[in-house]
């Protein structure tokens, strides 16, 4: 696999220099300057090629070429914004640069409501508690009908949470949620946003009366649309999965599992019509086996996110380390059945001081370095026992 790494830009605070020096090949990013919907020009894609081939690297993917909400509801925007999608594809294709990640999630990209829980050895992870998402959801989000979301044993939990919830720690996981997790990408939510509860039940409202079925049809209107533009240009889209891959915030949801992956891929039978296989992602949820998916769907995947998860009673979870037997062997069958695929390390913990550079979350430095070296590892060994069969 090429060894990739997540670069947020001229202004990240890694730079080019410093990643080529740590053993990276190629550059994952996106042009975040440029607004959800707008064209990128061929200008502005060259611009960004050149520029990290000025620093011995390239760019492998981008990620992510954003889908505007009104792409994903079905809005009355959605004809135009497809077509500056088409436009932007053929700029990246004459460019030279042939692999797009993206999602098909509403709203939300990702979610965690804490981004710097302390593991024993005195790093932090990201963690997904499911009684403080429903505490969120139930009564600070107040969405109508929430409560009936969650099974009786989470509500017990929120109980108890309400006896020591303070305004402070409601401004946590709000900034946790819907801020801080989505305001450094091109996401809805802005950083910068006074009232982001409120902006964030406009989001929510967009989605009334779209359930899966209806995701799924304006998806494949979708894909459909752009697989031209991918053919001409031999450019891969691969979608990334729900993360978490569960039914939150009465959105749906629709690729959390094999037979959402099975759906999307046979909906579009187009090769160019894939997945971003993020083993941390679909790990997240306990009904996926996700070394069984990789085996199954390395034909059609194209980028590859090198993470997993742990899955806790209750439905909680939380970033696992990239040693993880299961990550090795979604390493082995990468490695050896989709060689020169596109693959990065993926929310690491923050360690040696990441924790006071600013880094944005999950995206630490020091924790991104040791977990590719980690699977830089596993890679090695893969390919010295593929040699040694051959022998």
Known sequence: MEKTWRWFGPDDRITLGMLRQIGVEGIVTSLHHIANGDVWTYDEV?????????????????ESLPVCEAIKYGGDDR?????????????????????????FMPVLDWARTDLDYPNPDGTTNLYFNRAEFAYFDIFILKREGAQADYDEATLLRVDELRQKMDADSERRLVENIIVKTQGFVNGNISENDLDPVARFRELL??????????????????????????????????????????QI????????????????????????NGLTFCAGSL??????????????????????????CNVLPGGD???????????????????RERPGVPMRVDHAPLMLGDGEMGYNAGYSFHGRMLALGMVSGMMAAINNESNTEKR
Do not use: Q
């Not at 060259?46 to 981008?62: A, D, N, Q, T």
């Open 205 to 246: 409202d967009l989605y009334k009366g779209i359930d899966a079925d209806a995701l799924r049809a304006n998806m494949k209107y979708f894909l459909e649309a752009i697989m031209p533009v991918c053919r001409e240009y031999d450019i891969n889209m691969c979608v990334h999965p729900d993360d978490p891959p569960l």
């Open 317 to 335: 979870f939380k970033e696992a380390s990239h040693l993880d037997p299961r990550l090795v062997e979604v390493v082995r069958i990468f490695e």
């Open 46 to 62: 060259m611009k960004m090629k050149l520029f990290i081939e000025s620093h011995g690297l390239r760019w492998s993917v981008v």
């Open 283 to 308: 790990s997240a949820g306990a009904h996926n086996d996700v070394v069984s998916l990789a085996r199954k769907y390395a034909s059609r995947t194209h980028f590859v996110h090198a993470r997993i």
């Open 249 to 272: 915030l009465g959105l749906p949801r629709i690729v959390t599992c094999d037979a959402d992956i099975e759906a999307f891929l046979e909906a579009v039978p187009d090769p160019h």
């Open 79 to 103: 004809d135009r914004l497809i077509a500056n999608y088409i436009e932007s594809l053929a700029n990246l294709g004459k460019a030279g640069v042939k692999t797009v990640c993206y999602n």
